[in-house]
């Protein structure tokens, strides 16, 4: 590996692929090893990262999403923890991240900034997919999806279900241009680390709920596309800002993916016997 090609790190997710070019081939080998990154391939687009190492006080905000500003596709996000530009035309763009954003207490906030890349890909190649706060699970060939906030139980989830095909348990993509929506696992790590990569078409949804019994129950569709909603990683680019279209946008997905799939609330207690309860529940509205 010459020294320019040990500077780039493939990020694929699903039919998309970012080459993020490093500052460093240690700090290359670091993304790769993080983002379980094989061989390096033709992609989609181009970033480069640079990682400023300035004392200066900085504020990293909980959100590198609505705190980003964006005028004539160059962004920066409010405390000065990171900015940069992406030209949607030629695919190639800049992150420029202070170091304490790339510190492993905070790594998983960096991943925003990479969302918003996968975003930036899926537009220039016409991918519709969306990125979702889930814990993707395949089953006997068929993909179900645990959705909710973080403490509702999706690494639970996820650990009680090492036995199937855990495709992350934070967050999971979901590809639309299918007669049913298909689930895909991404390179994005939450607390589960013996996560799969594969894809299957989407069986069935489940908003999670604490409860001392599990209990599955069919979500009213107003709910359910509030819900979904609200977990939807906002579909915007490197380039782009949130305003009103994009969350038109992310209703329109999750109202979409309700009409294609059945919704349904899964009150669980932590021990696998919810599965029982949920093959049960489908095999049934499936017959009727």
């Known amino acids: 590996m010459d020294k320019g090609s040990s500077l780039i790190c493939s990020i694929i997710i699903g039919e998309t692929t970012i080459n993020l070019k490093c500052p460093t081939p240690d700090y290359a080998k670091g993304i790769r090893e993080y983002f379980a990154s094989g061989k390096i391939v033709n992609s989609d687009i181009e970033i480069e990262l640079k990682i400023t190492a300035e004392d200066e006080a900085i504020q990293i905000p909980e959100s590198l999403f609505t705190t980003k500003s964006v005028q004539n596709n160059s962004f920066s996000i409010k405390g000065n923890c990171a900015k940069g530009h992406f030209d949607p035309d030629l695919g190639k763009g800049l992150i420029q991240a202070h170091h304490l954003l790339t510190s492993s207490t905070r790594t ?32 006997e060939d068929s993909g179900y999806l645990f959705v909710g906030k973080s403490g509702s139980g999706k690494s639970t989830i996820a650990e009680l279900s090492k036995n199937y095909c855990v495709l992350n348990d934070e967050i999971t993509m ?36 604490h409860a001392e019994s599990h209990r599955v129950s069919i979500e009213k569709v107003s709910i359910a596309v509030k819900n979904l909603f609200q977990e939807i990683v906002p579909v915007i680019g490197l380039e782009e800002e949130i305003n009103h279209e994009t969350h038109t946008t992310m209703l329109n997905y999750a109202t979409i993916i309700t009409q294609k799939i059945p919704v349904y609330k899964l009150e669980f207690s932590p021990d696998p016997g919810f599965w029982e309860e949920i093959c049960k529940k489908v095999t049934e509205d499936g017959e009727k």
């Open 174 to 209: 979901i590809e639309l241009d299918k007669e049913k929506p298909v689930i895909h696992s991404t390179p994005f790590n939450g607390y589960f680390k013996a996560k799969t990569k594969g894809s299957s078409a989407l069986k069935a949804i489940f908003f999670l709920e």
């Open 108 to 139: 998983r906030l960096f991943e925003q900034l990479l969302y918003q890349a996968f975003y930036s890909a899926s537009k220039k190649m016409h991918y519709n997919a969306i990125l979702i706060h889930s814990c993707g699970i395949i089953k």
